[in-house]
């Protein structure tokens, strides 16, 4: 097969990350707080109990400022503010959707004086039995998705591992969803985590990888890594690595059964074509009737919604674990594509169901603030400077 210009399918980051000048803690491995207490003097000795130390109040407590460590000696905890921070993502905006949806335009410390702050958008899905974060992985994004409002931004860089742990973190502040917020029955806001949010995950591997293993940590944040999904339009070669080096669960976003519609679509696909892709998929560690692979697949108008793809999808699919998510197109201004009509929805979903496949299909949330799957776009950028302001005071008192 002819690899296509890799401009059509892959975009190269503008910028790179510059540390501000007293970095944050929050994102470091213990080992790696280990190694920063010992580059301001801490003992050897003493430097595996601090960590631990420190990553009980960071992860666990959700801690804001190094004064409230109480269980770490004043002399320490002046020490430890004299050269960091426990700082996650600035929230500038938060809009909140007639059906409950937040949305958080966050705001990432520059390090170069001057400069503007780059922003993200993170978005918090409550539900009757779970509360759904959407996280993002790089400012902009990598691809080139022809009906996602996404992608028609540029990638600018990727996040962090701390500005990605830092979503969460900003997330359990807003919602006060801390280890000591107080509940009738002490369960979380915040159950699942999707990296679904801006740019592709399996292109900021490393950072992705520290992230979520902070984030499904025990002794920390603890969300299980059965409740964090790992989304990807299709990095072939990085998919069996996640399996084995992050072990969440996998979602693919497919939205096409024929090469030469994918390649439109989610032109990625002419790097790593529909074969590789679900040979991925077969060969992703830990793939079971327990823990399915999840394919996404936005249902376009007279685009890919014919009961032929159903059936082909039904037959793409056979001998994965697997369940599809059926994701009604979320209109955005510009977009050439329309929803399917409801009633073929509902006909393609059956057809699928009654092959043996979960196909729910995913209820729009969000969509009144753009929060909806396939719409972040920092929209908030748009806005005059006192709309912006307004919004950031909002989110300050709130």
């Not at 984030?215 to 409740?227: A, F």
């Not at 510009?334 to 399917?340: E, I, L, M, V």
Request: aromatic share 6%; proline share 5%; net charge neutral.
């Amino acid at each position: 097969m002819t690899q296509a210009s890799p401009a059509l399918l892959e975009k190269t980051a503008l910028e790179t990350y510059v540390p501000p000048a007293k970095p944050s803690l929050i994102g470091l491995s213990r080992a790696e707080l280990a190694e920063a207490l010992g580059g301001i003097g801490v003992a050897a000795s003493q430097r595996k109990m601090r960590a631990q130390q420190l990553w009980h109040w960071m992860y666990f407590r959700g801690v804001a400022e190094f004064s409230e460590m109480t269980s770490i000696s004043k002399e320490m905890r002046g020490q430890l503010a004299e050269h960091f921070t426990v700082a996650r993502p600035e929230v500038v905006a938060e809009q909140i959707s007639n059906d409950g949806t937040r949305k958080w335009l966050l705001r990432l410390p520059s390090g170069v004086a001057g400069e503007k702050a780059h922003e993200v958008e993170c978005v918090y899905i409550p539900e009757t039995d779970r509360g759904t974060l959407c996280v993002s992985s790089q400012v902009g994004c990598t691809l080139n998705c022809s009906f996602c409002h996404t992608g028609t931004q540029k990638l600018v860089r990727n996040l962090t591992a701390g500005e990605i742990v830092g979503q969460v973190m900003v997330a359990r502040d807003r919602l006060n969803d801390w280890a000591d917020r107080e509940t009738s029955n002490g369960n979380r806001l915040v159950t699942n985590v999707v990296m679904m949010g801006m740019g592709e995950p399996l292109y900021n591997f490393d950072a992705v990888r520290d992230a979520l293993l902070i984030v499904s940590d025990n002794e920390g944040i603890g969300i299980s890594r059965r409740r964090v999904t790992l989304s990807t339009s299709g990095v072939v070669p990085n998919i069996v690595r996640a399996g084995e080096e992050i072990g969440v669960m996998l979602a693919i976003s497919l939205h096409a059964v024929r090469d030469e519609l994918r390649d439109e679509l989610v032109p990625l696909n002419r790097k790593y074509p529909l074969a590789e892709l679900l040979q991925a998929c077969r060969d992703y560690p830990g793939a079971s009737n327990a823990r399915r692979i999840t394919f996404e697949y936005v249902m376009l108008k007279d685009v890919n919604d014919s009961l032929d793809d159903a059936k082909l999808l039904v037959k793409l699919l056979k001998g994965i674990p697997a369940k599809i998510n059926l994701i009604p197109f979320n209109p955005w201004p510009g977009t050439a594509y329309k929803c399917s009509d409801w009633d073929q929805i509902e006909k393609f979903s059956e057809y699928i169901f009654n092959a043996g496949y979960s196909s729910p299909v995913r209820t729009p949330r969000g969509r009144d603030i753009l929060a909806a799957c396939g719409q972040l776009k920092s929209e908030t950028e748009k806005l005059t400077a006192r709309e912006r302001e307004a919004l950031r005071a909002m989110a300050m008192t709130d």
